[in-house]
């Protein structure tokens, strides 16, 4: 049986909620969409982001957490990337994704380097996991 964009997404998002990672990070899980605006927390989204129908569906899920970043120190104010706790939720990402490489009928797969982005808007970085998925639909 195919399964829709957002029965993907329900599945990689109860995983992370069986996993390490829910008591790795300070915040919660989301699914694309429904993190506050305004959290501060270290929290993880999951997002969807493209899938081929076939008898093997393809695709990939995005999993990025975000940490707030922390005083300069120096120039009060002035917020820097929390680089310690950035490497430590990198390198648990990196366990995760190896851990599920097969779960139930999906095998998962890291698309690219897991790597940690600026996000200026909201004073925070978020680390990026894509994920690549393949289940057979019959």
Known sequence: MKLTAGQIESKVYEILSSSLLKTTIGGKIYKEGTRP??????????SFVSGQDNQIQTGIVIVNAYVPDIDNGANKGVRIKNVGRCEELEEALNTFSESISIYEDFNFKTDKTIQTYKEDNIQQHFINLRLKYKRSTI
């Open 37 to 46: 605006l305004d959290s501060k927390n270290e929290d993880i989204v999951i």
